[in-house]
């Protein structure tokens, strides 16, 4: 079984300019999650999908970050402007929805480097 | 509020010795329980996971990890460390009833030295 994809792997940038990040979750998963890891840190969720539709975005500093799953598989992360501090790694997880399935599968991450 | 915590930001142990990190939480509804290992440049690897039943669990790696409800805690062990074992270990609660939300403590460094 293919795990999560995610492209690309690392990704440098000036602030103010734009970034798009790519993810592929593990077939058959309804639920799809973003989390941003600050170098040191645990794992914050910036987006909980359950198919296309939002379930859980209260962390999306949505005034500069957004998030789509149109077809209810793939996702892209768009953040614009950057700003320094959203120098990161970005984690991108999988899983079902169902009683017993509750496990999250990461991708291996794209690491950002805003200067 | 809803928290993870992880009480030791870096823990040593010799090689071949037993190795514990530790984890509590505040999570209501009786939540499911999670151990995760990041090795650098990784993404996070899962290790195990209790979701009821024993209080016991035993997954990847020869680690296990002991579930406390009276203290809220999943610590994580193993009875025999490896240079191996050297990584990030995060726990993770996931809430059965808020729309399955995942809450991560801010992690443990294990150095297993030889």
């Known amino acids: 079984e293919a795990g999560v994809a995610q492209s690309p792997r690392y990704k440098i940038i000036e602030k103010r300019q734009s970034v798009a990040f790519w993810c592929n979750p593990i077939?058959?998963?309804?639920?799809l999650y973003w989390y941003q890891q600050i170098l040191g840190q645990g794992p914050k969720l910036l987006i909980q999908f359950q198919n296309n539709g939002v379930v859980d975005d209260s962390q999306l500093p949505k005034d500069r970050f957004s998030a789509e799953r149109l077809k209810g598989v793939d996702s892209t992360l768009k953040i614009q402007p950057a700003k320094l501090e959203d120098s990161a790694v970005y984690l991108c997880?999988?899983?079902?929805?169902?009683?017993?399935?509750?496990?999250?599968?990461f991708g291996p991450g794209t690491r950002l480097l805003v200067l | 509020a809803q928290s993870v915590a992880q009480p030791e930001d870096q823990v040593n142990v010799a090689e071949g010795n037993p190795l514990t990190v530790k984890c509590t939480y505040s999570?209501?509804?009786?939540?499911?329980l999670f151990w995760y290992v990041q090795y650098p440049n990784r993404g996070l690897q899962f290790l195990l996971k209790?979701?009821?039943?024993?209080?016991l669990v035993k997954g990847s790696y020869g680690f296990e990890a002991e579930f406390n409800k009276s203290q809220t805690s999943f610590h994580l062990k193993k009875p025999s460390a490896l240079v191996s074992d050297s990584a990030l270990y995060f726990c993770?609660?996931?809430?059965?009833?808020?729309?399955?939300?995942?809450?991560f403590g801010s992690g443990t460094k294990l150095n297993v030295k030889p």
């Open positions: 997880a999988s899983s079902k929805p169902t009683p017993g399935e509750e496990t999250q599968y």
């Open positions: 077939s058959g998963h309804a639920t």
């Open positions: 999570v209501s509804g009786n939540p499911y």
């Open positions: 209790y979701i009821t039943g024993d209080n």
């Open positions: 993770a609660v996931r809430a059965r009833y808020n729309f399955n939300k995942f809450y």
